[in-house]
């Protein structure tokens, strides 16, 4: 029987990258079965029942959804972070998680700058505002998105620090940024930090009062990693505190309406977008089903993020 490879995402990819993963599919004698805004888990945990391989974005793959696809041999997370799999469900059942790695990263790089401009020329509303050039920039976890993000601050004459544990001193300088020995150091040295830390056990509410208040005099937060990463009642403390302070993201926090005061220093975008441009889904997209196909046709794992 052919294998039947499902697309999941509430949030729809581009129709062109849909298009360019059938084509990958179906030039293999699989079937590929699209389920999108499906709103409810129960409308996932229905479509999963006989399938073999998964595309998912942000949806979210519980053990429930993995325990009920019988068939499922592989999942790919088509984008970079994979805190919505649950990834020992997916061991327990002897499935393969992967994601795809740096292929939606200059997207979300983009819109991090989209934001930041929108934001300090006052939402375009006429005020004088200020500008990006000559501004530190400090690039909290400096892989694929963070990196892209350097290289377009460079591009608006920002000084870009980097702080990541996992990287050395050269390769950092190497990636183009001056290294930071601590987030505590840069938070203390930048007046916009750009967040982007995955969300794991140790990272979540990881960004706090105390470090958010090291930032200098109009400091601004951009987070385009994940809501949970920030602890948000500190966050709102801090900004109730200092009228300086503003935040934005592509991504609402638990607590919006707990914002209305600070009118004028947050933005959202009203649905995680970072990643939703045609390219990004073409990419990531089009890299999962390759990924997919590679893995049944000679168990290629590279991608693999669960043991
Ligand atoms: C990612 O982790 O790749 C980004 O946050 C994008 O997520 P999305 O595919 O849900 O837009």
Redo the contacts with the bound molecule.
């Keep these: 029987m052919a294998k039947k490879v499902l697309i999941a995402t509430d949030?729809p990819f581009a129709a062109v990258a849909v298009n360019g993963i059938r084509e990958i599919v179906e030039s293999q004698g699989y079937e590929l079965v699209v389920l999108e805004k499906y709103g409810t888990q129960e409308a996932l945990i229905d479509a999963v029942a006989d399938v073999d391989a998964m595309i998912i974005?942000?949806d979210k793959a519980t053990k429930e959804v993995i325990e009920a696809a019988k068939n499922l041999k592989v999942i790919v997370?088509?984008?970079?972070?994979y805190d919505n799999i649950d990834l020992q469900a997916c061991t327990d059942s002897g499935v393969v998680a992967m994601n795809t790695p740096g292929q939606?990263s200059n997207a979300?790089a983009e819109l991090a700058f989209g934001m930041m401009v929108y934001m300090a020329r006052n939402f375009y509303n006429g005020k004088s505002g200020h500008e990006l050039k000559g501004r530190k920039i400090g690039v909290h976890a400096y892989g694929n998105v963070g990196q892209n993000v350097g290289r377009i601050a460079k591009g608006f004459g920002m000084e870009v620090y980097a702080f990541d544990p996992f990287m050395t001193d050269e390769q950092i300088k190497a990636a183009g940024a001056i290294p930071m020995h601590s987030a505590e150091e840069m938070y203390s040295t930048c007046d916009y930090i750009s967040l982007h830390i995955p969300a794991t056990e140790k990272t979540k509410k990881s960004i706090n009062y105390e470090l958010l208040s090291r930032m200098p005099k109009g400091g601004v937060l951009v987070n385009?990693?994940?809501k949970e990463v920030i602890n948000e009642a500190e966050l709102v403390k801090l900004m109730a505190e200092r009228s300086d302070f503003k935040y934005i993201a592509d991504i609402a926090p638990d607590n919006a309406a707990e914002f209305a005061p600070f009118e004028g220093r947050y933005f959202f975008t009203p649905k995680?977008?970072?990643?939703?441009t045609e390219e990004a889904n073409v990419n990531?997209g089009l890299a999962a089903a390759r990924q997919i196909v590679a893995f049944f046709e000679n168990g290629d794992c590279k991608f693999k993020v669960n043991k």
């Design positions: 949030k974005r942000s997370r088509a984008g970079a972070g939606n979300v385009t990693a994940r995680k977008m970072g990643a939703q990531a």
